[in-house]
């Protein structure tokens, strides 16, 4: 196996990992890397969709607990049936609205000015959700209704907009809804899991004609990158919630969407490639 193959899988893992589940959209991140790195072409993007299962298990093992305990009390405790009702509700719209206009939104909206129109507005929606008053009623997913989970289903479902970030999406959405920063937090993490989950399997059955043994130490080295530092980011991201907001991200969404302006004007990112 090529070793600057092996660096590239090493460097674009990482960036999964530590983007995945900020609010600051990790397609964005990805494209920028991916381009910078030269792998950015039909095996780049396979690649992607494999590191993507490396960040979603790093979520699925921090809360293995919860996890055990919610699907050993199905049908016979409250709880876990709540937890898992709400997630399926809220997995719904974002499912529906994907694979109704998925195609179109990528034809029309994956381009460089989009992408970084998402970036700083949804830069400013943080600045105005972390500046005005916070009414909570949720402090637990566990206090969830059906009614609110639809609610962040239709906060994921922005995030089919390049650019938006569905972490950004849903933990911000949450909190204007009522939810708890960490509460928001928490179930946007249980939500990555069936989101990302399908996502990620639908994907990989579309494009299995890519599927190659000889890119398997590539497929390794990136699926660990990315779970490893997601796993770090979302411990992180537990602790920095307890004493921070999310101003510091809606600052660094404005820069990079500048960013992404600026590649695209001097031509050194084929954004439209994607």
Not at 47 to 53: A, D, L, N, R, T
Not at 131 to 142: F, Q, Y
Request: charged share 15%.
């Amino acid at each position: 196996m090529d070793i600057t193959l092996l660096i590239k899988a090493l460097i674009l893992g990482v960036v999964e990992g530590l983007t995945e589940f900020l609010p600051i959209s990790s397609t964005g991140h990805l494209i920028l890397a991916g381009d910078l790195l030269n792998f950015n072409d039909d095996r780049g993007k396979l690649f992607e969709i494999v590191i993507q299962s490396g960040a979603i298990l790093a979520v699925v093992w921090e809360y293995r607990e919860r996890i055990l305990k919610t699907f050993s009390g199905l049908g016979r405790q409250r709880e876990a049936n709540r937890l898992v009702l709400n997630l399926f509700i809220a997995f719904l719209p974002l499912a529906v609205l994907g694979l109704a206009f998925g195609k179109a939104i990528k034809a029309s909206l994956f381009a460089p000015l989009p992408v970084a129109t998402a970036f700083i507005i949804g830069a400013f929606v943080i600045l105005w959700a972390e500046r005005r008053t916070h009414t909570v009623r949720i402090h637990s997913v566990d206090e969830m209704t059906p009614l609110d989970a639809v609610k962040m289903g239709v906060a994921q479902a922005c995030a089919l907009i390049p650019g938006t970030s569905r972490s950004g999406a849903t933990i911000i959405g949450g909190m204007l809804f009522g939810f708890s920063r960490h509460a928001a937090t928490e179930f946007s993490f249980f939500l990555a899991i069936p989101t990302l989950g399908v996502a990620t399997i639908y994907q990989l059955y579309k494009e299995r004609a890519l599927l190659s043994f000889d890119d398997l130490g590539m497929w390794v080295v990136g699926f660990i990158a990315a779970f490893v530092s997601a796993f770090l980011c979302v411990r992180w991201l537990l602790r920095y919630i307890s004493n921070h907001d999310f101003v510091p991200f809606a600052w660094y969404r404005i820069a990079f969407g500048i960013v992404v302006l600026a590649t695209w004007h001097f031509g050194l990112v084929e954004w439209t490639a994607h």
